[in-house]
């Protein structure tokens, strides 16, 4: 089954609005996860990491107040797309490392309208 | 940084044929090989992975071989089947950094 959980799989937002998207690890802890984004027919894009309990570290080129990441807890980080444009329409994946393997989660297809 | 080339970019074969994808890496202290498997819509899935002190690992018809000399490892399935179709990544890395290629799709033809 799925080590590594995301939500919402889908969202349709209107432009101007925040958006949040949330990705958790089952049955263990994650100190680190990672945020990608990946456009039609392209590969993934690392866009952060994000650090438990600290900031997170972004890839050059990420505007880091656009997108708000939050790792909270061990198992959660959250990816706040804020003022969204039909530009950050996009497919959002995080990833999470349990004994050295990457887990991904099924993803996030954000449509701004 | 890492550099990563995947080829080829698409693939078609027909049922029952064998398939390979190789990729590059500029990275010499790499040493983690993972395949993925990303069907439409989805996050990619882990297929098989090898490790810098092995050169081939092998499970039912997928496989992959590592060179590290010559800083490329492979992807082999046999006998390929209509739902092998999809998106296959390498992404090469170290510690907890991954870093992906640009993809191979898969087509296999009934």
């Known amino acids: 089954g799925a080590v590594v959980s995301q939500h919402p799989s889908r969202v349709i937002c209107k432009s101007g609005t925040s958006v949040k998207i949330e990705c958790r690890s089952l049955?263990?802890?994650?100190?680190?996860m990672f945020w990608y984004r990946q456009f039609p027919k392209q590969s993934l894009m690392l866009m952060a990491t994000?650090?438990?309990?600290?900031?997170?570290?972004?890839e050059q080129g990420v505007e880091k107040d656009k997108f708000l990441i939050n790792h909270a807890s061990l198992t959660l980080s959250t990816l706040t797309v804020t003022s969204a444009h039909p530009e950050d329409s996009s497919f959002y994946i995080c990833?999470?490392?349990?004994?050295?393997?990457?887990?991904f989660g099924q993803g996030t297809r954000l449509t701004v309208v | 940084g890492e550099n990563v080339e995947q080829h080829p970019s698409t693939l078609s074969v027909q049922e029952g044929d064998s398939a390979v994808i190789k990729c590059t890496y500029s990275?010499?202290?790499?040493?983690?090989f993972p395949w993925y498997k990303q069907e439409l819509g989805k996050g990619p899935q882990l297929i098989i992975d090898?490790?810098?002190?092995?050169g081939e690992k092998k499970d039912q018809r997928i496989a992959v071989t590592l060179n590290k000399t010559a800083k490329h490892f492979s992807l082999h399935i046999t006998e390929t089947q209509p739902e092998d179709s999809a998106v296959y990544f390498c992404?090469?890395?170290?510690?907890?950094?991954?870093?992906f290629g640009g993809g191979t799709r898969l087509m296999v033809k009934p």
């Open positions: 049955d263990f802890q994650a100190t680190t």
């Open positions: 994000s650090n438990e309990g600290s900031k997170a570290t972004y």
């Open positions: 090898i490790r810098s002190n092995v």
């Open positions: 990275d010499s202290a790499s040493n983690y």
């Open positions: 990833s999470a490392r349990r004994g050295g393997e990457a887990f």
């Open positions: 992404a090469p890395g170290a510690g907890n950094m991954l870093t």
